[in-house]
């Protein structure tokens, strides 16, 4: 099939082309050494004018020229040919024209192409679901191995997906994720999602789950998220899985099995009903006095700072910078004897 021709970009028109056209048009045609002699203008000029404009099919050789027979549309410029005018609607679908058919016959092409490709769509969707059966556990070794099976879950998934994320995900993974949750709420999904206190101190974070809840999914903050998990129809789970991935620790299992999948899923549940539901882009008031809530729990169990900073899904220095603020809030000495304070000023109950 033929491609589209590309030729040399048009010059923009100027003043001597509209010059040159507006003459054409007064005296019925023009020709280009008469025109160059009137005008002062060198005659290179004006027969350069000419052949754009005659590309343009704004000018063609007048029916009695020697040469009118040239191809409408030649850049050709003769300085004593004489050239009539066309309307610029005319000269319009000269120009498109050829560019419009040709686009026709690409979709043509396209739409072709595509239905053979597609022809294989039931074959596909047979024997994936067929694998989904047959395997209760899948293991997804590689980053792109991930995002193709979460690809086809979402895209699959016909009633909920429910997922819980311990960690602060960065804006790139938030927005393809984002593209998922549209398509799936475009369906009429239900999502819900948990995510631990921490990640509401950054604003970007904030903007991001606004823009869910805008969508029409259900958001939830809690203390502590233990590993990414998401549930497609409640049948498939998706586990993170830190051990036998290629991909330095961003593998995944797939479960299938229906006994493990309910079992996993009621565990989420537990966590949603006990989360604290998110309340918009302006709310980190009260998620930072559950993150507050949540250190000196911490602090009062005596957990080490690394353990406990990953528990909160924050790094380390973070989790230090809120157990000195706290040292200092409650006048205390110790880090366990902050816990202690906290508890007996009530801080810790309930």
């Not at 830190?242 to 999948?261: F, N, W």
Request: net charge negative; hydrophobic share 40%; glycine share 6%.
């Amino acid at each position: 099939m033929d491609k589209i021709a590309t030729e040399a970009p048009l010059s923009p028109l100027g003043d001597l082309h509209v010059l040159l056209y507006r003459m054409a048009l007064e005296h019925g045609r023009l020709r280009p050494r008469d025109a160059a002699l009137h005008l002062d203008v060198p005659g290179a000029e004006v027969c350069a004018a000419v052949a754009e404009l005659s590309r343009l099919h704004l000018l063609h050789p007048a029916e009695d020229a020697p040469d009118a027979a040239r191809p409408a549309g030649s850049a050709a410029c003769d300085s004593d040919t004489a050239y009539a005018p066309r309307s610029p609607d005319v000269a319009a679908t000269h120009v498109t024209g050829p560019i419009e058919s040709q686009i026709q016959q690409l979709h043509r092409e396209s739409e072709r192409m595509s239905s053979h490709v597609l022809a294989m769509k039931p074959v596909f969707e047979e024997s994936w679901h067929g694998h989904f059966t047959r395997t209760p556990i899948e293991y997804l070794t590689t980053l792109d191995a991930v995002r193709a099976a979460l690809a086809r879950l979402s895209a699959a998934a016909r009633v909920e997906v429910a997922a819980a994320h311990p960690d602060l995900p960065a804006p790139a993974t938030l927005e393809e994720g984002l593209q998922r949750t549209t398509e799936a709420i475009g369906r009429g999904v239900l999502l819900r999602t948990v995510y631990p206190h921490s990640v509401l101190s950054h604003a970007y974070m904030r903007q991001h789950l606004s823009r869910m809840v805008a969508l029409g999914a259900r958001v939830r903050t809690t203390a502590h998220v233990p590993d990414r998990v998401l549930f497609f129809d409640a049948t498939t789970a998706v586990l993170a899985d830190h051990g036998s991935s290629s991909d330095g620790g961003k593998g995944a299992l797939a479960v299938r099995d229906p006994s493990l999948v309910r079992f996993l899923y009621r565990s989420w549940e537990s966590a949603w009903e006990s989360a604290r539901p998110f309340a918009g882009e302006s709310d980190d008031g009260s998620a930072k006095d559950e993150l507050r809530r949540s250190v000196l729990e911490l602090l009062e169990s005596g957990m080490k700072d690394e353990v406990a900073a990953r528990r909160l899904a924050m790094s380390v220095t973070t989790y230090r910078r809120h157990v000195t603020e706290l040292l200092t809030e409650l006048g205390a000495q110790s880090r366990f004897q902050a816990g202690s304070y906290a508890r007996r000023a009530g801080l810790l109950n309930g």
